[in-house]
């Protein structure tokens, strides 16, 4: 598989627009192990091999194990997730496959147990910016050099 185009050479100004909503993220409070965590899985969800690796990296290296990283595909089975981690892997499925159903109200809901309306906005920006990446990575065949 090869690269099909490098959009930093051909439109640096998109990918500056799009480090520029990172740098917003990055701002934020967000909890980077739950960051890892719907990364990870909105990435399965794409099939963005690029962007699972680059992140199952990121979470190792913040103390995430292999045995949770591993269980992420099969959340829904797995007792190594907190009920919070669940809110926002519910919400990540959701908002990643959006084109089958809009956000649940019962998904939404749980995530108001957990998370206050700021929180909320945050995490849903990063799961739009990760689906971003992955769109990016896949359509452009992106690879680690």
């Known amino acids: 598989m090869q690269t099909r185009i490098n959009l930093e050479k ?6 500056t627009a799009m480090m520029g909503i990172e740098a917003y993220l990055a701002s934020s409070k967000l909890d ?3 960051v890892e965590l719907l990364n990870i899985r909105a990435s399965q969800l794409n099939g963005c091999a690029y962007c699972i690796q680059m992140h199952a990296d990121i979470a190792r290296k913040q ?10 595909s099969a959340w829904r089975e797995s007792p190594l997730f907190s009920e919070k981690e ?6 990540t499925d959701e908002i990643t ?10 998904t939404y809901q749980n995530c ?13 920006m990063q799961i739009i910016q990760i ?3 992955n769109r990016i990575a896949l359509t452009t065949k992106l690879q680690f050099s």
């Open 10 to 15: 051909t439109e640096p100004k998109a990918l």
């Open 32 to 34: 980077s192990t739950l």
């Open 63 to 72: 103390g995430e194990t292999e045995h949770r990283i591993y269980a992420i």
């Open 86 to 91: 669940r809110v926002l892997l519910a919400l």
């Open 97 to 106: 496959h959006i084109s089958n159903q809009a956000v649940t109200d019962k």
């Open 112 to 124: 108001l147990n957990y998370f206050n309306d700021n929180e909320i906005s945050q995490y849903i």
């Open 131 to 133: 689906n971003s990446w």
